[in-house]
């Protein structure tokens, strides 16, 4: 098991930006696929982006693409959301999320198993 603590949300205004960090614990960062998600009120919870453990492949849901990146730093068991460019549609508690090693990048809750507690991200118009 993987412990994972979000950080960096807050408000913004439109077309400002936002970095995510979450801290892992507990196993070898770098073992995981980590992902974000985020979940909206009366919605349920979505893929944002996500990453191999070997860095080598990324993925992102179509409506943040050319906007946020996502990057781990391993030595330090680090993994950072680079959100620009922010809408009001990105309102949302953002999760970071670990899963078990995989080529692919899972894009579902279900293909990860450890997650963090949440950080609030609110965009103002």
């Known amino acids: 098991q993987v412990h994972l603590v979000e950080s960096g949300g807050g408000l913004v205004q439109t077309g400002g930006s936002l970095r995510l960090s979450c801290a892992a614990s507990?196993?070898?960062?770098?073992?995981?696929?980590m992902g974000w998600f985020r979940q909206a009120p009366g919605n349920e919870r979505e893929f944002v982006a996500g990453?191999?453990?070997?860095?080598?492949?990324?993925e992102y849901t179509r409506s943040v693409e050319g906007r946020f990146t996502i990057s781990s730093d391993n030595a330090k068991n680090t993994l950072y959301l680079q959100m620009t460019s922010l809408k009001a549609e990105d309102t949302a508690v953002y999760y970071c999320?670990?899963?078990?090693?995989?080529?692919?990048?899972?894009?579902?809750?279900?293909?990860?198993?450890?997650w963090g507690q949440g950080t609030q991200v609110t965009v103002s118009s």
């Open positions: 990453i191999t453990w070997f860095g080598g492949n990324t």
């Open positions: 999320a670990a899963g078990p090693q995989r080529v692919k990048v899972k894009t579902t809750p279900t293909g990860y198993d450890d």
């Open positions: 507990g196993r070898t960062f770098s073992n995981y696929n």
